[in-house]
C-alpha cells in the first residue's frame, strides 16, 4: 500500500537550515506530484510547497518563498523540502503528501506522510 515517511526534521536555531526528506513506496512515484504542508500548534495545516509529478511546475506559499526549495528525485522515489533562514514562526509538524494530478498548495491530496516535527527555537 502506498506510504510516505517524512525524515529530517529537529530542532534548530532561528536562521538556522534543515532539509526534510519524503521517502515514498506503494506506487508510481513519478506520476504523482508532491506537496510539503505544516500545522503549527493551534492553527489549521497550511500548505508550504508543491511540486508536479515531472518537476516543472513549482509552487510556494508567500511565508516561505525565497527560503525553502522543494525538490523531486523520481529515480530514487523521494521528494526533499531545503529549508533555510529558518524563523520561529516556522515550527510545526510538516508533512509530505502525494496526488495525482495538479501540484496544489491545497489539502486534496491522496496519501500523506505521519509528519516531522520542526522546532525553530534559540
Not at 517524512?6 to 536555531?13: F, I, T
Not at 506520476?31 to 505544516?38: L, P
Not at 508536479?52 to 513549482?58: E, Q
Request: glycine content about 12%; proline content about 3%.
Amino acid at each position: 500500500q502506498p506510504l510516505l515517511v517524512e525524515s529530517g526534521g529537529g530542532l534548530v536555531q532561528p536562521g538556522g537550515s534543515l532539509r526534510l526528506s519524503c521517502a515514498a513506496s506503494g506506487f508510481t512515484f513519478d506520476e504523482y506530484a508532491i506537496g510539503w504542508f505544516r500545522q503549527a500548534p493551534g492553527k489549521d495545516r497550511e500548505g508550504v510547497s508543491a511540486i508536479s509529478h515531472t518537476g516543472d511546475t513549482i509552487h510556494y506559499a508567500d511565508s516561505v518563498k525565497g527560503r525553502f526549495t522543494i525538490s523531486k528525485d523520481n529515480a530514487n522515489n523521494r521528494a526533499y523540502l531545503q529549508m533555510n533562514s529558518l524563523k520561529p514562526e516556522d515550527t510545526g509538524v510538516y508533512y509530505c503528501a502525494a496526488r495525482w494530478g495538479l501540484a496544489l498548495l491545497s489539502q486534496e491530496y491522496d496519501y500523506w506522510g505521519q509528519g516531522a516535527q520542526v522546532t525553530v527555537s534559540s
